[in-house]
């Protein structure tokens, strides 16, 4: 069974900053794999996906890698705002499943 | 043009209740996803549509649970019984395509936020 997890659970970092969030998942045959955001209250936000055969998708000044064969993906903010604020969650695909989501690595960025 | 959107945004019903959870996908999107997500945690997978049927209904926790999608485009989760477990925020998304090894990014409605009391 396909397990995801996201480290750090929570992080806290100044204004400008660039940082780097991290996704796990125990089964390498994925098909996709895909970054959101959730603020509080709200639905989530779709960021970035990956398709298996990729390495890595760029949209701003954020950047996902995928490493199937090791299990892991990164986010990559640079120059963070207050603005990115939320909670990030990652989900993978797995081969003949629907998505499974980490729990989340909760995000402030402080003025 | 509109999202994903999801109807009532808040219900709160006592144990035993029957409950109907509305979603309205983007317009042309054949496949549809019900998660459910608890306080602290990632969306948890309920089922899964592509167009009127469900393709896998694996993740509904028990028979108290069952989806419909008629015509194709909205769905509706319906809960019977309802006990205080299923407190959560029920989160719907739609995709362009639900095909093995093609599938599109998802899009998220803002979920409704269900308390069984």
Redesign the interface.
């Given at each position: 069974k396909q397990e995801?997890t996201q480290i750090p659970a929570a992080l806290s970092v100044p204004e400008g900053e660039n940082l780097v969030l991290n996704c796990s998942f125990t089964d390498s045959a994925i098909?996709?794999l895909?970054w959101?955001r959730q603020d509080p209250g709200?639905?989530?936000?779709?960021l970035l996906?990956i398709q298996s055969s990729q390495r890595e998708q760029t949209s701003g000044r954020l950047n996902a890698s995928l490493d199937k064969s090791s299990g892991r993906s990164t986010l990559y903010i640079a120059a963070s705002q207050p603005g990115d604020s939320a909670t990030y969650?990652c989900?993978v695909?797995p081969r003949?499943?629907?998505?499974?989501?980490?729990?989340?690595t909760r995000l402030s960025v402080l003025p | 043009g509109a999202g994903?959107s999801q109807t009532p945004s808040n219900k709160v019903t006592e144990k035993g209740k029957y409950v109907e959870l509305r979603c309205d996908p983007i317009s042309g999107h054949t496949a549809l996803?019900w998660?459910r997500q608890s306080l602290?945690?990632?969306?948890?997978?309920l089922i899964?549509f592509q167009g009127t049927g469900a393709a896998?209904d694996s993740?509904l926790p028990n028979d108290r649970f069952f989806a419909v999608r008629p015509e194709g485009s909205v769905s509706t989760l319906k809960i019977q019984r309802t006990e205080r477990g299923d407190s959560a925020v029920y989160?719907c998304?739609s995709s362009e395509t639900g095909t093995?090894?093609s599938?599109?990014?998802?899009?998220?409605?803002?979920?409704t936020r269900l308390t069984v009391l």
């Open positions: 995801v098909y996709n895909q959101f709200k639905g989530l936000t779709s996906l969650l989900a695909r003949g499943q629907n998505f499974v989501f980490g729990p989340g | 994903v996803y998660y602290g945690q990632g969306p948890e997978f899964y896998d993740g989160l998304a093995s090894g599938w599109g990014t998802q899009y998220f409605g803002p979920g």
